[in-house]
């Protein structure tokens, strides 16, 4: 940098500083600047507080109007209700809640929306896929009382019911119960429990209420279910002559699919007060107006029932059971029930009446009376007395001391077998006898041709008395046996203390045992599985008719011999889907038969049995025809008389 440039800056750096020095201001214009400034702060401050201020108050007028607003619309919506439900709109608003029933065995939530049940738990049984056992599912019930009150429909499940009770659940309890006495009247009277009550309100306003009052019961499977007026009766139409409960709810799936199980079972029971019992179909969709008193209403499962029973009696009802197709596999059927409850609006009224809910076991059903029993098919007249009086005592009592249900049905087969055993030895001396005698029997059929089939039998019959024989010995005793046999068929598939018990390779003896699941499905109701259980019956019964058609003669009916090797491949089709246990007491009972038929063989000499008929047929004999024998003649004689008039035609 040269010197005239040097000069040049510092002369314009002394410029700028005296240039400031002289614009510098006083100290009165500081001062009034500083005073114009505060000035147009406060301005603005006052300026917003003034904003601030109409801004609140558009606010204040703003929640002014939106109040107003919202009062008029709560008036209107009140008005709206009260327009709906008259002076049951006080119930018409509020929100669901729940409360619990709890006793040991059941687990019963009802809702404040309509006071109705809304759920029920058997807290001591699982489905077959081991959740809990639901008997009324959440959210899958109708139950309300409907009826005409100020000209308005009026249905209980559309308004708010009030708990009158602090908190949210009712457990009761008691002493402890043994296995085997879940739920028994008679253990509850000698060990009394508690009890409790839950009163749900419906508010119609001035002191006028429904209320529904259900009752728990400690080691009980009923809740007391009562509907109580109190000044309802001045508001509800004066030609009303029935109240209508409407009871209704989807059935859902227990056990495991099986068209032979639940799905067949699957139906509802109905009691009339003077008369017996009936039931919609099982296998379809059903529905029955019923104009007669009824006692009960049973929603029953194959092994669980809801049943609504009155104190007196149902005045009338319409039931209706839809059927689910056997693929649904989380529901059944959809159950409901339209039931009259006789109403006069002179008077106060109350309605009695309670719930069972739980299993379908005989002598629990049966003390709880009103032939609740019968809600299980133990089969026709005679069948069903072999397992009333019999089968299902003997059960019982061997399950008194033994757990294994496998070991119980063994020990029960051979205490069978054992009783008809005296018939089975008959019903093979009677087959020995009419062995030793076909020598005699092919002379005659040879001696009479066919046209003469009346002396043919004439001779034959003359043939068995002169010996001592009774044609019909060997069929009486399969008489006394076909009973039990066909005790056992209803016996098994329904019994619920078979019911998830396994044994052996079955898990549950109240179900097929699967030990095979098949790609496809055979035909004839086989299914897509094989049953081990069903199998072996199989092959012991066509063991056993071999066995048994080598004593037999079938030359005069030759088709029989493959009959009889039919019937168990026939019955495998059928049992392949039933109750493993069901199979596997027809496959002990023809290994005892087999058994049976080894040791009476080996002590019946059939050669002694001839040379004893035949020393019998050289004495003389002064019997008289027995009955049979004459009607079995007379059949033969009417027969051969209506050939003979054919053949002139």
């Not at 009691?271 to 529905?287: C, P, S, T, W, Y």
């Not at 019955?571 to 027809?586: C, D, E, H």
């Amino acid at each position: 940098m040269d010197k005239n440039t040097t000069i040049g800056l510092v002369l314009i750096f002394l410029v700028m500083i005296g240039f400031s020095y002289l614009n510098k201001p006083s100290q009165e214009e500081i001062e009034a600047a500083k005073r114009k400034r505060d000035s147009i702060e406060i301005v603005q401050r006052q300026l917003e507080q003034e904003l601030r201020e109409q801004e609140e108050q558009t606010n204040l007028e703003t929640e002014t109007i939106t109040d107003i607003e919202s009062e008029v619309d709560s008036l209107a919506a009140d008005s709206e209700l009260f327009n709906l439900y008259g002076d049951f709109s006080v119930a018409a608003k509020g929100e669901e809640e729940f409360i619990t029933l709890e006793n040991n065995l059941l687990r019963v939530v009802v809702s404040t929306k309509g006071g109705r049940v809304y759920s029920v738990e058997l807290k001591n049984y699982k489905r077959h896929d081991s959740t809990k056992l639901m008997l009324i599912e959440p959210e899958k019930t109708i139950h309300n009382l409907s009826f005409f009150a100020q000209n308005r429909s009026i249905k209980t499940d559309d308004l708010f019911f009030e708990p009158q009770l602090s908190g949210s659940n009712i457990t009761v309890s008691g002493p402890e119960v043994p296995v085997g006495r879940e739920g028994r009247i008679k253990f509850n009277e000698e060990n009394p429990g508690e009890s409790n009550e839950l009163v749900m309100r419906l508010n119609a306003g001035n002191g006028r209420y429904i209320d529904y009052v259900y009752t728990i019961k400690h080691n009980s499977y009923v809740v007391d279910y009562d509907i109580r007026m109190n000044g309802v009766e001045k508001i509800i139409n004066t030609n009303t002559g029935f109240l209508n409960l409407n009871f209704s709810y989807e059935v859902p799936r227990q056990e495991r699919q099986s068209k032979f199980g639940e799905d067949r079972y699957t139906t509802i029971y109905y009691k009339f007060k003077d008369a017996d019992l009936d039931e919609l179909n099982q296998n379809k969709d059903d529905e029955e107006t019923l104009n007669t008193p009824i006692k009960w209403i049973g929603y029953k499962q194959l092994f669980f029932s809801t049943v609504l029973m009155a104190d007196e009696a149902f005045d009338n009802a319409e039931i209706k059971s839809d059927k689910y197709d056997t693929d649904n596999t989380e529901a059944l059927a959809y159950f409901s029930s339209d039931i009259g409850l006789a109403f006069d609006s002179r008077q106060e009224r109350n309605y009695g009446m309670s719930f069972y809910f739980g299993p379908n076991h005989y002598q629990t059903l049966k003390e709880h009376g009103y032939e609740l029993e019968k809600l299980i098919d133990l089969g026709w007249p005679v069948v069903r007395e072999v397992n009333k009086f019999i089968i299902i005592p003997t059960f019982n009592f061997l399950r008194r001391f033994i757990d294994n249900f496998g070991v119980i049905i063994l020990i029960l087969t051979v205490m069978i077998r054992l009783i008809v055993f005296p018939f089975t030895y008959k019903s093979y001396v009677s087959q020995a006898k009419m062995r030793a005698l076909k020598p005699e029997i092919d002379e005659i059929s040879k001696k009479y041709p066919k046209e003469k089939a009346m002396e043919k039998q004439q001779a034959t019959m003359a043939l068995y008395k002169k010996v001592g024989v009774s044609p019909m010995g060997g069929c009486l005793p399969m008489l006394f046996q076909f009973p039990v046999l066909i005790a056992m068929f209803y016996f098994f598939p329904g019994s619920i203390e078979l019911r998830q018990e396994s044994f052996l390779w079955a898990t549950d003896l109240s179900t097929y045992d699967s030990i095979l699941n098949l790609p496809f499905t055979v035909p004839f109701g086989y299914g897509n599985h094989v049953s081990l259980f069903t199998l072996l019956m199989t092959v012991t019964t066509v063991f056993q008719t071999r066995l048994t058609s080598q004593t037999q003669d079938t030359s005069a009916m030759p088709g029989m011999k493959y009959m009889m090797y039919f019937m168990p491949v026939f019955f495998m089709f059928i049992l392949n889907s039933y109750a493993s246990g069901l199979s596997y007491y027809y496959f002990l009972a023809n290994v005892f038969t087999i058994g049976q038929t080894y040791i009476i063989r080996k002590s019946i000499d059939e050669d002694k049995v001839r040379a004893q008929l035949l020393s019998n047929k050289k004495k003389p004999t002064k019997k008289k025809k027995s009955g049979f024998q004459k009607r079995l003649e007379d059949m033969q004689r009417k027969q051969e008389e209506m050939a003979r008039q054919q053949r002139k035609k």
